[in-house]
T-cell receptor
């Protein structure tokens, strides 16, 4: 079974600061996803990373993938309050299953 | 465009009662999924359906059954609810666009007393 680990689980950061969320997975996978969930809401797709070295950026968020290290990072630049949410990474195998990390709850403090 | 529609949004059951969670998507997706979300555990796959007429177990299928009624609808049934099934349930469908990402419904919050 594919295992996905995220850290940290909780992150409190000041506005304007930078930070990185890490996502490790246990076996070879060809796709890595990042999702955002606001409190009481559903999950919204942020990034899809399809190959080693892939980098995607949207606003203050940048995601990267190192398939050799089985590691993806979500980097937050100059955090703002609107980025407060829970962030999940997920990995899919060559079949149909998607495995999710436990999530990182991010709080941005003014 | 409704996307993925789940009903009900909230439900309270007593132990031993049964119920069916409904999910429908209008995006012509082949694959559909049921997840449960518990604090500190992320999302765990209960069942999925790769196509109409097929279903497969995920990580935590015990206590649940599913039906892929047609391409649009994928229901999740709790035959005899237990307090351990208190959770938030999400239905999702997979976007067959090469990225293959999941598109989620709004969730069902279920409490079993």
């Amino acid at each position: 079974e594919l295992k996905v680990e995220q850290n940290p689980l909780f992150l409190s950061m000041q506005e304007g600061k930078n930070y990185t969320i890490y996502c490790n997975y246990s076996t070879t996978s060809d796709r890595l996803y990042w999702y955002r969930q606001d409190p009481g809401k559903s999950l919204e797709s942020l990034f899809v990373l399809l190959s080693n070295g892939a980098v995607k950026q949207e606003g203050r968020l940048m995601a990267s993938l190192d398939t050799k290290a089985r590691l993806s990072t979500l980097h937050i630049t100059a955090a703002v309050h609107d980025l407060s949410a829970t962030y999940f990474c997920a990995v899919s195998n060559t079949g149909n299953q998607f495995y999710f990390g436990t999530g990182t709850s991010l709080t941005v403090i003014p | 465009n409704a996307g993925v529609t789940q009903t009900p949004k909230f439900q309270v059951l007593k132990t031993g009662q049964s119920m069916t969670l409904q999910c429908a998507q209008d995006m012509n997706h082949n694959s559909m999924y049921w997840y449960r979300q518990d604090p500190g555990m992320g999302l765990r796959l209960i069942y999925y359906s790769a196509s109409e007429g097929t279903t497969d177990k995920g990580e935590v299928p015990n206590g649940y059954n599913v039906s892929r009624l047609n391409k649009r609808e994928f229901s999740l049934r709790l035959e005899s609810a237990a307090p351990s099934q208190t959770s938030v349930y999400f239905c999702a469908s997979r976007v067959p666009d090469g990225n293959e990402k999941l598109f989620f419904g709004s969730g069902t919050q279920l409490s079993v007393l």
